[in-house]
């Protein structure tokens, strides 16, 4: 009797162990390469996040949340090796990342081989919840349709002629296919490809320009473009002279700096600091500014949204970390962030979340371009597409 009351003790103590081991989180994501400085904002939103989720215990019923970082350099092949290796060696119960598009498409079929969720974010491109997608991937992160059709809602006018710039890559063709998938009135009348590294915009420029400039009406070289490179220095070249205007969407602060000359142009953001008015932002503007001595950035809300996200999943799994109920848990499930309420959409575990349609100020108070709130695009004012093929 005393040794089977022991025994069980014991399975009992072992049991209790397994139960609260640590809950892994594997931040795979470009701590160096181009996209460096976006993905430096997302790890910080990421613990930020964490934190503000666990109320600073990064414990979680009775889990301790350990995050573990790999740096896939912006390289798909060793963003593959790094995540299959958090999963298998490391026993991470979920990965977080990439920043790069193109990245995060060699991921996803290991999420799917391993049988672990992949928390896309912030990487954008369509086909990551669209046609390459697989049930282990959900995204925090906008994906292009909803940049796309948030910034329709700025351009698209019967008479206006749109010219694309955009970079060669996932998130430039999908970003100019969802534009076009986006717009009822305005036309896209061309579309011009640049390799991601691109730094010398003039040739470029020029195809824009003749493709505009005998265009009756609103004419608009709308850029799309992430990481190294000014693509804006186009503005250099006088598209004034032909009446043509540029247009964006937001963006880092940095990547905003050159834009304060074009006070008055109108755009959509996924996230500018000074926008949403809710407890979340107002903890994350003042915690970033007092440690970091700045307002959070771009992609650090996104960072945070995502922590957020693991955070409340793992809450409603009472810590259990197997990945079937933690989808069950997660599709459809809502989680307020510093853009407010975000809901994965159980089809294809895209998050719905507000977007903004802002006009740009010039505040000689800030090195970038202010971003004034027009108008909140809420979730339910975006037909944005399903496109998985689940």
Known sequence: MNRILLAALAALCMNSAVAAKDFVVAHVYDKTGPLEAYAKQTQNGLMLGLEYATQGTMTVAGRKIRVIEKDNQGKPDVARAQLASAYADDNADIAVGPTSSGVALAMLPIAEEYEKIL???????????????????????????????????????????????????????????????????????????????????????????????????????????????????????????????????????????PLKSLAGMEGATYYYYGIPKNPINDWLVAE????????????????????????????????????????????????DTPKGKMTFRPEDHQAMQSMYHFRIKNDPSVPWAVQDLVKEITPDQMNVPIQNKR
Request: charged content about 20%.
């Open 119 to 257: 928390l896309v974010e912030p990487a954008v491109a369509d086909s990551i919840t669209g046609e390459k997608w697989n049930k282990y991937i959900f995204r925090t992160g906008r994906n292009s349709s909803q940049d796309a059709i948030a910034n329709a809602v700025a351009f698209d006018q019967a008479g206006t002629s749109i010219a694309m710039l955009a970079q060669d890559y996932a998130f430039g063709r999908d970003g100019v296919k969802a534009f076009k998938g986006a717009l009822k009135n305005a036309k896209i009348v061309h579309e011009e490809y640049l390799p991601a590294n691109a730094t010398d915009f003039t040739a470029g420029a020029q195809r824009l320009f003749d493709a505009l400039k005998d265009k009756p009406g609103r004419k608009i070289i709308f850029i799309l473009w992430a990481g190294a490179g000014n693509p804006f220095k186009i503005a250099d070249l006088d598209p004034k002279r032909f009446g043509i205007e540029i247009a964006t969407g937001g963006n880092t602060l940095a990547a905003m700096t």
């Open 288 to 335: 970033h500014q007092k440690r970091y001595g700045q307002p959070p950035d771009f992609f650090t809300a996104g960072g945070m949204s995502s922590g957020i996200a693991i955070v409340a999943a793992l809450n409603k799994t009472a810590g259990n970390s197997d990945t079937d109920t933690l989808i069950k848990a997660m599709e459809g499930m809502s989680f």
